[in-house]
């Protein structure tokens, strides 16, 4: 299927040239398998050269090595595998990020500047790379991994959450301004999806975090993936892989004043829990 620009034209993804940052694990590999399912020459950007090799090799793939904080590493990896792939970036997927939840009080000063460069910068970095090239010819889709900790302030997320904010109100001014120039500009809000990431941060997660998140199990990623392909097939702004995602983007600010009596009851029977225990 085809995605249609707004100018007219259209993005084959079965020519098109895609670059998944993070694209060595979890959502931004699931998606990259669906990308090259579709055809998609597909570029893959991390940090862990193994990890990373692998996933290329499965893929079929090519990639570079950089962290996604670092601007001149990623424009630089972005430029090598354009030339490689003989074709500028059609689409991009900005996965790449991590997330450390904690108590505020406890959490170290570099917990919250890591989250900034690595969640906010590091997807502003990797669309200031490829946006003017797309904007040049007047098509394009770039898609940011927001989450739902980037639509509600969560206890425990007071260092990942405004990264993920930031994402979201980029994401939401640059759909203003590359929409009317042919671009698609999509963002993905995904709950508790089981990653290494959600592994790695369920041992940093305060119970007060744990209760909020109650018996819900996470979302296998590959469901992310089929929406964010979705999105970038429909052209869709909002991409959210599940209902409860979607209705806390479409109705948030209505419903805050329930979710917060609702989170904060758990909040304080974790709290009695744990004083008990
Ligand atoms: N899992 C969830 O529950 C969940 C929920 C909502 C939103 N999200 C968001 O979804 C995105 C993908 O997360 P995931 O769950 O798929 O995590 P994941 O399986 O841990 O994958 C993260 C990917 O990002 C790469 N990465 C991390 N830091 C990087 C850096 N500084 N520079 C370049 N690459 C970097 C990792 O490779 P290297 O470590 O080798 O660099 C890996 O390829 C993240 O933005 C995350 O915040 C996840």
Same mark, same amino acid.
């Given at each position: 299927? /085809?995605?249609?620009?707004?100018?007219?034209?259209?993005?084959?993804?079965?020519?098109?040239? &895609?670059?998944?940052?993070? @694209?060595?694990?979890?959502?931004?590999?699931?998606?990259?398998?669906?990308?090259?399912? =579709?055809?998609? /020459?597909?570029?893959?950007?991390?940090?862990? /050269? %193994?990890?990373?090799?692998?996933?290329?090799?499965?893929?079929?793939?090519?990639?570079?090595?950089?962290?996604?904080?670092?601007?001149?590493?990623?424009?630089?990896?972005?430029?090598?595998?354009?030339?490689?792939?003989?074709?500028?970036?059609?689409?991009?997927?900005?996965?790449?990020?991590?997330? =450390?939840?904690?108590? *505020?009080?406890?959490?170290?000063?570099?917990?919250?500047?890591? +989250?900034?460069?690595?969640?906010? *910068?590091?997807?502003?970095?990797?669309?200031?790379?490829?946006?003017?090239?797309?904007? %040049?010819?007047?098509?394009?889709?770039?898609?940011?991994?927001?989450? &739902?900790?980037?639509?509600?302030?969560?206890?425990?997320?007071?260092?990942?959450?405004?990264? /993920?904010?930031?994402?979201?109100?980029?994401?939401?001014?640059? =759909?203003?301004?590359?929409?009317?120039?042919?671009?698609?500009?999509?963002?993905?809000?995904?709950?508790?999806?089981?990653? $290494?990431?959600?592994?790695?941060?369920?041992?940093?997660?305060? $119970?007060?975090?744990?209760?909020?998140? @109650?018996?819900?199990? $996470?979302? $296998?990623? %590959?469901?992310?993936?089929?929406?964010? +392909?979705?999105?970038?097939?429909?052209?869709?702004?909002?991409?959210?892989?599940?209902?409860?995602?979607?209705?806390?983007? =479409?109705?948030?600010?209505?419903?805050?004043?329930?979710?917060?009596?609702?989170?904060?009851?758990?909040?304080?029977?974790?709290?009695?829990?744990?004083?008990?225990?």
């Amino acid at each position: 299927m /085809k995605a249609t620009t707004a100018s007219g034209g259209s993005l084959e993804l079965g020519s098109a040239h &895609a670059i998944v940052t993070g @694209g060595s694990s979890g959502i931004g590999l699931a998606t990259a398998r669906l990308l090259a399912g =579709r055809g998609a /020459k597909v570029s893959l950007i991390a940090r862990g /050269k %193994e990890r990373l090799e692998a996933a290329a090799k499965e893929v079929g793939a090519a990639a570079r090595v950089a962290d996604v904080a670092d601007r001149a590493a990623v424009t630089r990896a972005v430029a090598e595998l354009e030339q490689e792939q003989g074709r500028p970036c059609d689409v991009l997927v900005a996965s790449a990020g991590l997330a =450390r939840p904690g108590h *505020f009080l406890e959490l170290q000063d570099d917990v919250f500047r890591q +989250m900034i460069d690595v969640d906010y *910068f590091g997807t502003l970095h990797a669309l200031r790379a490829v946006v003017p090239g797309m904007v %040049e010819r007047g098509q394009g889709s770039v898609v940011a991994v927001s989450s &739902a900790a980037g639509l509600i302030g969560i206890y425990g997320y007071s260092a990942y959450g405004p990264a /993920k904010f930031a994402v979201r109100g980029l994401m939401e001014s640059l =759909r203003a301004e590359l929409t009317p120039r042919g671009l698609h500009v999509g963002v993905v809000f995904p709950p508790d999806v089981d990653t $290494p990431q959600l592994a790695e941060e369920n041992r940093w997660k305060p $119970p007060e975090t744990r209760a909020i998140g @109650g018996t819900i199990a $996470p979302i $296998p990623a %590959e469901r992310v993936a089929e929406a964010i +392909m979705v999105g970038i097939d429909r052209r869709r702004f909002l991409i959210c892989p599940d209902i409860g995602t979607w209705a806390l983007a =479409r109705f948030g600010s209505v419903l805050m004043p329930l979710l917060n009596r609702a989170f904060d009851r758990r909040v304080r029977k974790a709290r009695e829990a744990d004083d008990n225990a």
